[in-house]
Every structure is written in structure tokens, then in C-alpha cells.
């Protein structure tokens, strides 16, 4: 199956692309051979190949989670502008407690 320009110019509208007629012989040429790869590939026998996501075995290289030590309350509070020693204090963009607001 070939792609026609016309189709090139109907694909490029719907991705809101704007392509000179360079563009639109250039890419209909691009398309063409992946839609003879992608045809080359439908031809091959694959009857017992298992599916696979990715081509290689692939490892996870993250690192192992592991507790550590955190902040201290103090060193946490220490650069906030406000606190009540216990926690951050911010300003209540709420309505008042009690009030209808």
C-alpha cells in the first residue's frame, strides 16, 4: 500500500503542520519505505516467538530502598519563616474558625 500526497497533505492538516511541496514529496517517499518494512515484517513467521516489550533483558538499576536516617524536627524548622516549633506555620486561606467566611 503507498501513500499518496494527497494522503501526506491530509495527515500533515491533522497535525496542523504546514509543508511545502518539497516537504510533502520528501515525506510521502519517507513513509512509503517504512510501510515496506512494516510490510516485510508482517511476512515473517513469528508462529512460537514469545511477545516481548523491549529487545534486550533489561534490569532495573535502581538503587536498593533502604532506610536512612531523615531530618530532625529542629533542622527541618530551622530555614522555615514561620513555625510553631512543632510544624511549618502558613497563613489560614480559609475561613476563620467559627466564622461564616
Do not use: K, Y
Not at 496542523?16 to 514529496?25: A, H, N
Amino acid at each position: 500500500m503507498a501513500i499518496s500526497e494527497e494522503q501526506v497533505r491530509h495527515v500533515a492538516m491533522l497535525a496542523r503542520l504546514s509543508l511545502t511541496e518539497e516537504e510533502v514529496v520528501s515525506f510521502g517517499r519517507d513513509l512509503n519505505s517504512i510501510l515496506v518494512h512494516i510490510d516485510t515484517i508482517q511476512r515473517l513467521d513469528l508462529q512460537g516467538v514469545e511477545p516481548t516489550a523491549h529487545p534486550l533483558d533489561a534490569v532495573n538499576v535502581t538503587r536498593p530502598d533502604v532506610v536512612s536516617p531523615g531530618l530532625s524536627r529542629a533542622d527541618a524548622l530551622r530555614n522555615a519563616p514561620d513555625s510553631d516549633g512543632r510544624a511549618f506555620a502558613i497563613p489560614r486561606i480559609m475561613g476563620i474558625e467559627g466564622g461564616d467566611e
